[in-house]
T-cell receptor
Framework: DTAVSQTPKYLVTQMGNDKSIKCEQNLGHDTMYWYKQDSKKFLKIMFSYNNKELIINETVPNRFSPKSPDKAHLNLHINSLELGDSAVYFC??????????????FGPGTRLLVL | GQNIDQPTEMTATEGAIVQINCTYQTSGFNGLFWYQQHAGEAPTFLSYNVLDGLEEKGRFSSFLSRSKGYSYLLLKELQMKDSASYLCAAWDSNYQLIWGAGTKLIIKP
């Protein structure tokens, strides 16, 4: 009965490859997020979607493209991977429209290592 | 710019009390979260403060002073399982959540 799940948990790949990370939530939440946590442990928002519509798109390279086929899924596709993309990527969800006070529930993270 | 400051690391003894401070500078303010993150795991929600004062939840309490741009998380009766990073995050006026780098808490027997 996992609330927010991500696959894969670990991803090791070569520079220049294209990869996808999948996220699913079974909480019935309306908003989903992608975060990047670098080696210094800062969590940085990348994207958020509310009911399949993009509401936050921070300054990330356009090699990163989110896709939300329905409100329970938010996938992240990364083209032409670079060494600096190595990080832990967390998916999260919240109940409402993504506003203040909404608790965000995080998935277990995907550890991406680009060689 | 927007900024969240927390100590990088703290050490405390099992059974003791520890206070983890967080100061924030954001464009506007709409509340502050504390999350716990064990090594290699996802952050999990601890508390949310939007009004000044202390919110108590079992062994954990969180305090907010909006005028000072300051919050703290107080952990009582420390247990070994409390060894984790504690992340402070503040909502700005654009409804974006700004995260600190976290405070790594080490509990010693």
């Amino acid at each position: 009965d996992t609330a927010v799940s991500q696959t894969p948990k670990y991803l090791v790949t070569q520079m220049g490859n294209d990869k996808s990370i999948k996220c699913e939530q079974n909480l019935g939440h309306d908003t989903m997020y992608w975060y990047k946590q670098d080696s210094k442990k800062f969590l940085k928002i990348m994207f958020s979607y509310n009911n399949k519509e993009l509401i936050i798109n921070e300054t990330v390279p356009n090699r990163f493209s989110p896709k939300s086929p329905d409100k329970a899924h938010l996938n992240l596709h990364i083209n032409s991977l670079e060494l600096g993309d190595s990080a832990v990527y967390f998916c999260a969800s919240s109940q409402g429209a993504g506003g203040p006070g909404e608790t965000q529930y995080f998935g277990p993270g995907t550890r991406l290592l680009v060689l | 710019g927007q900024n969240i400051d927390q100590p990088t690391e703290m050490t405390a003894t099992e059974g003791a009390i520890v206070q983890i401070n967080c100061t924030y500078q954001t464009s506007g303010f709409n509340g502050l979260f504390w999350y716990q993150q064990h090594a290699g795991e996802a952050p999990t929600f601890l508390s949310y403060n939007v009004l000044d004062g202390l919110e108590e939840k079992g062994r954990f309490s969180s305090f907010l002073s909006r005028s000072k741009g300051y919050s703290y998380l107080l952990l009582k009766e420390l247990q070994m399982k409390d060894s984790a990073s504690y992340l402070c995050a503040a909502w700005d006026s654009n409804y974006q959540l700004i995260w600190g780098a976290g405070t790594k808490l080490i509990i010693k027997p």
